[in-house]
């Protein structure tokens, strides 16, 4: 049994191209976490919160969090996410969206995001983003040396 549980990735995207874009840069960046996919808010409030596989009861993740969703905003999920009283508010959560409104930015940040990313993802800049947030290290599965 590994010391340090491997970081799930949850990603909330609806729209596939992107979801498969960023998909491939995590792969290139080396990260093997497995990435869980949700395309809508409610089912992947639902994973996050009372899947007993989810990080909720099973351990780390990250999110990456699409702001445009059909069926509500990723701002209300990171509130939720972010909430002072919740299971997960310490999980860091990485903003994509397509809008560099610098308002909605800072609005993000207020809410608890840790980096915000626009599309279309440029490859350097989601590695500089989670390197940044040093999670790049403990997200990274490596192989355990024993002693």
Known sequence: ??????????????????????????????????????????????YLFNDKNGPTHNGPALVLLDLNLPDMSGTDILTRIKD?????????????????????????????????????VNYENFAQAIRQLGLFLSVIQVPDLGD
Do not use: W
């Open 84 to 120: 002072s009283s919740g299971p997960l508010k310490r999980t860091p959560v990485v903003v994509l969206t397509t809008t560099d409104d610098s308002r909605e930015i800072q609005r993000c940040y207020d809410l608890g995001a840790n980096v915000y990313i626009t599309k279309p």
């Open 1 to 46: 049994m590994n010391a340090h549980q491997s970081v799930n990735i949850v990603m909330i995207e609806d729209d596939e191209g992107h979801a498969r874009l960023i998909e491939k840069n995590i792969r290139r960046a080396g990260i093997l976490n497995d990435i869980r996919h949700f395309t809508d808010g409610t089912s992947a409030l639902e």
